[in-house]
């Protein structure tokens, strides 16, 4: 069973940036797909983004043109890089992965293991 530790949340004005990373226990860009989401508060966990087959991305449009997923298999670990933050970007931001190697899609429900989460905090 993988596990997924977040890292790099904090608070960073609007227009700044944060680059997040999540820590996997295992080699997981050849065995899983994997993912970004983030949940604010009193809403549902929401699609950032997601990469399958090493190299392949997709982004949901609210991180198009902003926001940048990266991975380094020697240190097992995926990176999101996001840029003009906004303040709506507020929320906790969780990595997870999906025993498939197949596009995993946009739903929470389709990964398996989760992180626990790191802050993401925009001020205006």
């Known amino acids: 069973q993988v596990q997924l530790v977040e890292s790099g949340g904090g608070l960073v004005q609007a227009g700044g940036s944060l680059r997040l990373s999540c820590a996997a226990s295992?080699?997981?860009?050849?065995?899983?797909?994997m993912g970004w989401f983030r949940q604010a508060p009193g809403k549902e966990r929401e699609f950032v983004g997601c990469?399958?087959?090493?190299?392949?991305?997709y982004y949901a449009d609210s991180a198009k043109g902003r926001f940048t997923i990266s991975g380094d298999n020697a240190k097992n670990t995926m990176y999101l890089q996001m840029n003009s933050l906004k303040p709506e970007d507020t929320a906790v931001y969780y990595c997870?992965?999906?025993?498939?190697?197949?596009?995993?899609?946009?739903?929470?429900?389709?990964?398996?293991?989760w992180g626990q989460g790191t802050q993401v905090t925009v001020s205006s």
């Open positions: 997870a992965a999906r025993r498939s190697l197949m596009p995993p899609g946009t739903s929470p429900r389709a990964y398996d293991y």
């Open positions: 295992e080699h997981t860009f050849s065995r899983y797909a």
């Open positions: 990469t399958w087959s090493s190299s392949a991305t």
